[in-house]
């Protein structure tokens, strides 16, 4: 799965020269946590967070009056708190890839451009989507998490138990395990009993970590 797939396409963006009050307000009535932030020519220089706003102030106010400080509040410009340095990605960049940028470097998006031209961003409230259908956390159906030995053909094997329950699979998700040797498997299954799937599991799995009834329906 490719960036272009998840994307927010509508991108709505701000100016540098915007009161940091606007911005805010503008996030709240949009129910959105940043903006990219664009020049006169529409070439992006910056991105702006929830928390870069919230963040800025006057410096040594503590002789302010409420009025004073407000008025200085006011001329404090997105320019003034953005980012400059953003990192992007292309819409072919691979949602995994996006997800380890993020990760290492503790943002919580990438605006997504094309030959310079923004055209998304993906976000991490759009991989956490992501993360509930890759575990079928919305689905109704028996979840069952296993430590399976990290051999070829074991996962096969599993999977052969459920088809023999003629179950459904319809999520599943690998995970580092205990160790070098083993990988923590998480599948949601429908059309199976619970302690039939438990008896049928057991001869493959290391270890049944996990299983239970989901009603998510």
Do not use: C
């Not at 709505?12 to 805010?24: F, G, K, W, Y």
């Not at 006011?74 to 953005?82: F, Y």
């Not at 096969?156 to 459904?168: A, H, P, Q, S, Y």
């Amino acid at each position: 799965m490719l960036v272009s797939e998840r994307m927010t396409r509508r991108v709505i963006t701000i100016h540098p020269d915007m009161p940091i009050q606007e911005a805010l307000t503008l996030m709240k009535k949009e129910r959105v946590r940043r903006f990219p932030v664009v020049d006169a020519s529409g070439n992006m220089v910056g991105i702006v967070s929830e928390k870069d706003l919230l963040n800025a102030s006057p410096s040594d106010v503590t002789s302010l009056s409420v009025w004073e400080l407000t008025y200085l509040l006011s001329k404090i410009t997105v320019e003034r708190v953005m980012t400059r340095d953003v990192i992007t990605v292309t819409e072919d960049t691979p949602l995994e890839e996006a997800a380890r940028i993020m990760a290492d470097n503790k943002i919580g998006s990438l605006p997504v451009v094309r030959n310079s031209d923004l055209v998304g961003i993906i976000t991490e409230t759009d991989l956490f989507k992501i993360f509930l259908e890759l575990l079928g956390a919305r689905d109704a159906g028996v979840r069952l998490t296993v430590l399976l030995n990290d051999v070829p053909g074991k996962l096969l094997e599993m999977v052969g138990k459920i088809r023999d329950l003629d179950g459904n699979i319809i999520a599943l998700g690998t995970f580092m395990g205990e160790s070098a040797h083993d990988r923590l498997v998480t599948v949601k299954v429908e059309g199976v009993d619970l302690e039939q799937l438990r008896e049928a599991i057991e001869p493959v799995a290391e270890k049944i970590v996990d299983i239970r009834e989901t009603k998510y329906a």
